[in-house]
């Protein structure tokens, strides 16, 4: 059975009404989180395409914002609903032109993350690595995975050859991501990316057929690219049965080049 998640180590003044905590002045009643799969999940969907606001600033405006940006239809709705499930918040999400801002403020979330979880306040950038607590468990690291993938992620076809790949500026933790995936019996293959402009990017692929289907059997997506991850394994089970039994070709799964 999964622990719950020490509060009351975070450092600021609890209250208690029911079995939902809150701080001095905010209307935000939270559960008090599970280190359990859905919880992995948040984090690993945090990692990728979130961030937590300038503690000092938070401090000065009382503003525990905790954001995610997403361009994926459907994983926003996955994302606000994992909020509610986890949290017991009801996130608020704004529409901007080619995404969707996701946001909330919780101080007892945000120290959980910063000081429990190591998440950085502000940039990202070199400061990112994979709890420990995650680490530690396989079944924590699928989810984390699952969520960076879901958000950082993506998958390409090269005529017909599928590579799934996560790219991060930060060295470190693309690193621990790749030592995740071979403890996890992937073949992962590490790459560096010179950019004209910005830093230098890291990418992780998983190549062909079999890395794709064991992933989907392993890690998989949530949102758009787990109906992408789908399809294209069910494709290459049916496609050998359908050729032999019906002389016919099923239809290709790929639906555009990319998906990110």
């Not at 995740?180 to 019996?185: R, S, T, Y």
């Not at 890395?211 to 394994?233: D, H, M, P, S, W």
Request: glycine share 8%; with cysteine.
């Amino acid at each position: 059975m999964h622990r719950k998640i020490d509060l009351y180590g975070l450092g600021i003044r609890l209250f208690k009404t029911g079995n939902r905590f809150h701080v001095k002045g905010s209307h935000h009643k939270v559960k008090q989180p599970n280190l359990n799969n859905e919880f992995s999940l948040f984090l690993g969907l945090l990692w990728g395409d979130g961030c937590i606001g300038n503690k000092a600033n938070a401090k000065r405006s009382g503003d525990w914002r905790i954001s995610f940006v997403e361009d994926d239809e459907v994983l926003k709705y996955e994302v606000i609903s994992l909020i509610e499930r986890v949290f017991g918040i009801k996130a608020t999400i704004f529409y901007r032109p080619g995404h969707y801002e996701i946001h909330f403020s919780s101080r007892i979330v945000y120290e959980i993350l910063n000081k429990t979880f190591h998440f950085p306040d502000g940039e990202k950038k070199d400061k990112l690595y994979i709890p420990k607590q995650i680490l530690g468990n396989k079944n924590l690291t699928k989810m984390f995975l699952c969520g960076l993938f879901s958000t950082d992620g993506a998958i390409t076809f090269t005529h017909n050859y599928p590579r799934i790949s996560v790219s991060s500026a930060s060295y470190e933790f693309i690193n621990e991501v790749n030592h995740a995936l071979k403890n996890l019996n992937f073949n992962p293959h590490l790459s560096t990316y010179n950019r004209k402009i910005g830093n230098q990017l890291y990418t992780i692929r998983l190549n062909g057929l079999k890395q794709a289907t064991l992933f989907y059997e392993e890690v998989n997506f949530i949102g758009e690219k787990a109906y992408r991850l789908k399809n294209l394994v069910k494709y290459n089970i049916m496609q050998p049965l359908l050729l032999a039994g019906q002389g016919k070709r099923a239809l290709d799964p790929r639906t555009s080049v990319r998906i990110r």
